[in-house]
């Protein structure tokens, strides 16, 4: 019993076609992590290269450890004031566009800071950094949520957020053969360092504009179909990407009138407070257990904190995402960062352990990052 002549069998190709929704995530990960990833590792690395720069820096007339660390602080009330307005512009403009901004402009500002001659110039330029990079992190963080549902977004921002460890892991090194080997003429070798860093966000600009969709459905590389999936996932139930409604200041003070959410702030502005403590002043304890103007193995050394601290953050997120809890896998691991920090103080007469120690307050403290988003 063969084909009637003439007459084609129900044909497949009348069967809508669904495509497979762990090969879509996994193909809108693979496209857009990596890239995020990296421009993170150049906002990170241009937010705490100050760290690397005293090391020289403290020969100028006008530098202190007093401004040090006013100039440390001073980027968080530029970054503190614009994050909000940030995302707004954000939602209103598009990723794409609004990001291409945010990097040019922490790129002119990062280079600028070579030009620092005073404490007022070198206030203003940290203060400015801020500003011009306050949008970045919590845009992306926004971003992200048009993409990937509740449930995947531990595991998706602690491979995102490892960018950090991993500015450190490559960022110390290359920070400290920057400020010793003469590269640009008439530079000294923190100068040098301000310049050749911020480079790579105005570069990376430009290649925001031509690689990053606003949404899922401006990406070109899914096809009709995926692009459907992916809007309908992250839209259905709580998971509404419209995170502020056409009224923006009554949601905002309605959201930020929450107890849950000052618990939230205050959580993580502790948590931070550890974190910055480690990123800003760790060149320093570094190099009190390095030979005098050994800038390379400073860098080396720094690697060793940021290292625990990216393979325990992404093991963190994968398993609070495998089991659905949150608050034990923020809890536990600062608590360990916490003792982390202790023990450092307390070992400090020993230089090993007194890094092992700090090793131990990274991994914690930044463990806690994925569960907490």
């Known amino acids: 019993m063969g084909i009637i002549e003439g007459v084609a069998p129900a044909a497949a190709a009348d069967v809508p076609y669904v495509p497979d929704e762990r090969a879509v995530v996994r193909k809108a990960a693979v496209r857009l992590l990596p890239f995020l990833f990296f421009l993170y590792i150049i906002a990170y690395l241009d937010r705490v290269n100050v760290g690397f720069a005293k090391l020289a820096m403290n020969d100028l007339p006008w530098f202190t450890e007093a401004v040090y660390g006013t100039g ?11 994050e909000v307005p940030s995302n707004l512009i954000l939602q209103r403009v598009g990723a794409r566009r609004w990001i291409m901004r945010i990097m040019l402009s922490w790129g002119v500002v990062a280079m600028a800071m070579a030009l620092a001659n005073s404490v007022p110039t070198f206030y203003a330029l940290r203060f ?13 963080l926004l971003y992200l949520t048009y993409w990937f549902t509740a449930r995947e977004r531990a595991r998706v921002i602690a491979l995102f957020m490892t960018a950090n460890s991993v500015a450190f892991i490559f960022g110390g090194p290359l920070s400290g053969w920057l400020m010793k080997t003469p590269i640009l003429p008439g530079m000294t070798g923190w100068q040098q360092m301000f310049i050749l860093e ?6 990376m600009g430009f290649v925001v504009l031509a690689y990053l969709p606003d949404g899922p459905k401006d990406a070109k590389w899914l096809t009709p179909a995926e692009r459907e999936l992916i809007e309908a996932r992250v839209h259905s139930g709580a998971e509404s990407t419209k995170s502020v409604s056409g009224h923006a200041p009554a949601s905002l003070l309605a959201a930020v009138a929450q107890p849950t959410v000052a618990l939230l702030c205050m959580t993580f502005f502790f948590l931070v407070a550890g974190m910055y403590g480690i990123s800003m002043w760790l060149p320093q304890i570094i190099a009190a257990m390095a030979p005098k103007d050994d800038l390379i193995r400073v860098g080396l050394l720094t690697a060793i904190p940021y290292t625990a601290a990216g393979v325990i953050m992404v093991a963190n997120g994968f398993h609070s995402d495998r089991t659905g809890e949150r608050r034990w896998h923020i809890a536990i691991p600062a608590a360990v960062g916490a003792l982390g920090l202790v023990a450092s103080a307390l070992f400090a007469s020993s230089p090993a352990l007194s890094l092992a120690a700090l090793s131990v307050a990274a991994g914690g403290m930044w463990a806690t990052l994925g569960p907490f988003w």
């Open 198 to 203: 911020g480079l790579p966000a105005i570069l």
């Open 72 to 82: 440390a602080g001073i980027f968080f009330f530029g970054y503190f004031l614009f």
């Open 128 to 140: 400015a950094l801020g500003l011009a990079e306050a949008g970045f992190f919590p845009g992306v």
